[in-house]
């Protein structure tokens, strides 16, 4: 089955530590996205990578890093500089065949800070 | 529609009835559009999507309707199922993005009632 999975599906922090959320696709997308979506509100946009080695900040990039070493996979950590990190995570990925193709998302990685 | 605040629209219908879910977007430059559901905990799936030099488009069960002149979307569901029961969000992106930013609402939530 093609599709996008994340991991872990809960993951708990504590204060002043930096975790690694994985995000990996196998629908030969070149685009991939990480929105954190918190309660009540629309998901809002964290960083964007068109091409691997590629990747740029989006609204509310501060706290957070990404890489894209590899086409299939786009990790997101949240270091102990974002001040308010307990939110839903989303992973999205997209083909640039065209400019109108939606995005694909996964199954998100709730993260709460103790 | 679409309303600022943690306090998301909420629709309540009856099954079989027919829903519509209302969208504000902001941007007269937006060039496309797409509706996704996303279930309690789950990532957001996509419905249908209109691109801006449409008014109208079907799918299954689903009509999205644009009226750039007031700048509103709106998603009619047909034959309501409780199965649809899901916050239903509206994305635009702005028209020249070539990596394809999305901009969220913050979503409707649709009860259905047996």
């Known amino acids: 089955d093609g599709g996008i999975t994340q991991s872990p599906k809960y993951l708990f922090r504590k204060e002043g530590q930096n975790v690694t959320l994985s995000c990996e696709q196998n629908?030969?997308?070149?685009?991939m996205y990480w929105y954190r979506q918190d309660p009540g509100q629309g998901l809002r946009l964290i960083y964007y990578?068109?091409?691997?080695?590629?990747?740029q900040k989006g609204d509310i990039a501060e706290g957070y890093s990404v890489s894209r070493e590899k086409k299939e996979s786009f990790p997101l950590t949240v270091t102990s500089a974002q001040k308010n990190p307990t939110a839903f995570y989303l992973c999205?990925?997209?083909?640039?065949?065209?400019?109108?193709?939606?995005?694909?998302f996964g199954p998100g990685t709730r993260l709460t800070v103790l | 529609g679409e309303s600022v605040g943690l306090h998301l629209p909420t629709l309540s219908v009856q099954e079989g009835d027919n829903s519509i879910i209302n969208c504000a977007y902001s941007?007269?430059?937006?060039?496309?559009f797409i509706w996704y559901k996303q279930e309690s905990g789950k990532g957001p799936q996509f419905i249908i999507d209109?691109?801006?030099?449409?008014d109208k488009r079907q799918g299954q069960r689903v009509t999205v309707l644009l009226n750039k002149t007031v700048k509103h979307l709106s998603l009619q569901i047909a034959a309501t199922q409780p199965g649809d029961s899901a916050v239903y969000f509206c994305?635009?992106?702005?028209?020249?993005?070539?990596?394809?930013?999305?901009?969220f609402g913050q979503g409707t939530i649709l009860t259905v009632h047996p």
């Open positions: 999205a990925s997209r083909t640039q065949r065209s400019s109108y193709n939606e995005q694909f």
């Open positions: 629908l030969n997308h070149d685009a």
């Open positions: 990578s068109q091409i691997v080695n590629d990747f």
């Open positions: 941007n007269s430059a937006s060039d496309y």
């Open positions: 209109i691109r801006s030099n449409m």
């Open positions: 994305a635009e992106r702005a028209g020249g993005t070539s990596y394809g930013k999305l901009t």
